[in-house]
């Protein structure tokens, strides 16, 4: 039998395949899964056939092909990535790309993380690992969101879900970011959560989402730093900043005997007190302890 020459080269690089073991698929404190899984949990879908069959798959405008091919590269299971152009109903020839993933396990995978088989859009929420928070909102807002300027030339960034627990939990991570409040509430016509951003509120939370080599869309991202360009112009006024009521300034108010006693020992206005002491006072919001 011949002997090994330990000067001989390698024929493959096994460090290159360690890193793309499947144990490390969907890590999603690795930004990359994280903002991967926040795409596919939003634009993607999970098909159940006979047997253990099924597919995990994710269709979008042909111009975006590029950030499949990453989902491709990530993945250490064999996808493809296919093209189609067909009608639909808003154009003649619509030139669409998808990526397919068949392999049980990394379905097993991305299911108990939380994408569901079949209907999803109501009922997926934010993971319950560990996660890179700014990724995962990255992923969603790339699949179901828009990033740009209104036809008045004011930039903006919005969200659509029809998943509450979503809705909510990127209201509550962009206060943190930009100081405004949302409270999501359901449209009428769709019943669907549509929460917007705009003007300095929007830079601030695309700067902050779409960092320098960070994995998205190539057209959100060069919008995410074309909208950083934006200034407000001369005599554009800026929205009052939102009042922080707390059960201790709750207390004064009610305890106050006029509304200009509550309005000077708040330092606010007696219209803001007016408002707040009618909805304490109605049930809208809870009395303090």
């Not at 499949?68 to 109903?89: D, M």
Request: charged share 20%.
């Amino acid at each position: 039998m011949a002997e090994h020459d330990p000067n001989a080269p390698a024929l493959f690089d096994i460090s290159a395949l360690a890193a793309e073991s499947p144990t490390s698929f969907m890590d999603l404190e690795d930004p990359r899964y994280a903002y991967m899984f926040g795409f596919l949990q939003a634009d993607g879908h999970l098909a159940r056939s006979t047997g253990q069959k099924g597919r995990l798959t994710a269709e979008i405008n042909a111009r975006d092909i590029h950030i499949l091919y990453e989902f491709q590269r990530l993945t250490p299971y064999y996808s493809s990535v296919t093209e189609r152009v067909r009608t639909t109903n808003f154009a003649a020839q619509h030139h669409s790309a998808t990526w397919s993933l068949c392999a049980l396990e990394a379905r097993t995978i991305v299911n108990e993380l939380g994408i569901p088989y079949g209907k999803k859009s109501r009922v997926i929420r934010p993971p319950r690992v560990a996660f890179s928070r700014r990724d995962y909102l990255r992923g969603c807002i790339d699949a179901d969101g828009s990033l740009g300027w209104t036809a008045e030339g004011i930039p903006f960034l919005s969200f659509t879900s029809a998943s509450t627990a979503v809705a909510a939990y990127l209201c509550h991570y962009t206060k943190k970011i930009t100081g405004a409040e949302r409270i999501a509430g359901r449209n009428t016509r769709d019943q669907v959560y549509v929460i917007t951003y705009f003007k300095e509120q929007a830079q601030r939370l695309a700067e902050h989402l779409y960092y320098p080599d960070c994995l998205a869309l190539d057209h959100k991202k060069a919008n995410a730093a074309a909208i950083q360009t934006w200034v407000r112009p001369p005599g554009m006024k800026k929205a009052a900043p939102r009042i922080e009521w707390s059960p201790d300034k709750d207390r004064i108010l009610l305890a106050a005997p006029n509304l200009a006693q509550a309005a000077a020992t708040l330092r606010l206005s007696q219209s803001a007190c007016q408002v707040r002491r009618w909805k304490l006072t109605h049930g809208l919001v809870p009395l303090p302890d």
